[in-house]
């Protein structure tokens, strides 16, 4: 998975296990959105995780960002703009409050 695609999954992963329903076991389904989270969430902890601790701590984290953002600032201004920000193709998925604490 390229770096960006899980730029993209880390933003939706909270979504995606807020929102998961249960799936019937009678009827055979495509997988479900909990069970596409839980592998992005793994691809993640492998990509972020360099102390390989299982958790991301915040050092991790914004090391993961500034890389990210080094990558799309294309231009190296220090910023990113409209066409970079379009040509990164990142999303924001809206997630309701209730489902933080999920």
């Known amino acids: ?3 960006r695609d899980l730029l993209i999954a880390l933003m939706n992963v909270t979504a995606l296990v807020g ?3 249960p799936q019937k076991a009678a009827t055979p389904k495509e997988p479900s959105k909990h069970l ?3 592998e992005n969430v793994r691809e993640l902890l492998l990509l ?3 102390d390989k601790s299982g958790k991301i701590t915040k ?3 914004m090391k993961f960002m500034e890389a990210e953002f ?3 600032d294309k ?3 220090g910023e990113l703009d409209r066409k970079e920000l379009l040509q990164s193709r990142v999303s924001v998925t809206h997630v309701r409050t209730a489902d933080l604490g999920k």
């Open 1 to 3: 998975m390229r770096r």
């Open 19 to 21: 929102t998961a329903l």
């Open 36 to 38: 596409l989270a839980e």
């Open 48 to 50: 972020m995780d360099t």
């Open 59 to 61: 050092q991790e984290w």
């Open 70 to 72: 080094e990558r799309l």
């Open 75 to 77: 231009d190296k201004t």
